[in-house]
């Protein structure tokens, strides 16, 4: 198992410019792993989710999953999350995909006529902040200023939907 990371993190590695001193170290491997993450170019796709599979520690093949899982269309996201070997990371992962879902569907101006209701059960503080943050609802902003979950959300979603 470990020569195919050692073989996923060179051929990443590589196809970005980098130097990796020691393939064992999680930091390095993460350095190698951001940077393809930043690239999003199809070539590095393949070679990080070979690394995934077979990374040894699952809190950074999560890492790198969760932030796959927000530069992917929506109907690659279930094969990311296979790749995760612990099923609670998978799990966490899943809920992950479902807020994106949606922060996808809420990324839109509502259209004219445009029924508004908000009942966010089950949105996950990480779902609602990004909401607060870059939703261009009126109505969605409103919700979250009077009943987001924590403070922070309360006062981003307030300042964005007061008038300018």
């Known amino acids: 198992m470990t020569e195919f990371l050692h073989q996923a993190v060179a051929e990443l590695a590589r196809l970005h410019g980098e130097e990796i001193a020691d393939w064992t170290d999680e930091h390095e491997r993460w350095r190698v792993y951001r940077r393809a993450l930043q690239d999003r170019g199809v070539h590095a796709m ?29 109907g690659e996201r279930a094969a990311w999350i296979r790749r995760l070997p612990q099923p ?22 509502a259209g004219d006529g ?3 209701s908000y009942a966010e059960a089950g ?6 902040l990004r909401l607060a943050e870059t939703s261009p609802r009126r109505r969605l902003l409103e919700h979250l200023a009077a009943s987001g979950s924590t403070k922070r959300i309360r006062r981003i979603a307030r300042e964005r939907a007061a008038p300018q």
């Open 114 to 116: 445009e029924e508004e």
């Open 46 to 74: 393949d070679p990080l989710g070979r690394a995934v599979v077979h990374e040894r520690d699952a809190a950074l093949a999560l890492t790198v999953v969760l932030r796959v899982l927000e530069l992917v269309p929506a």
């Open 88 to 109: 609670g990371d998978r799990d966490y992962a899943d809920a992950r995909a479902r807020d994106l879902a949606v922060l996808d569907a809420l990324a839109e101006p």
């Open 123 to 128: 949105w996950s503080d990480w779902l609602q």
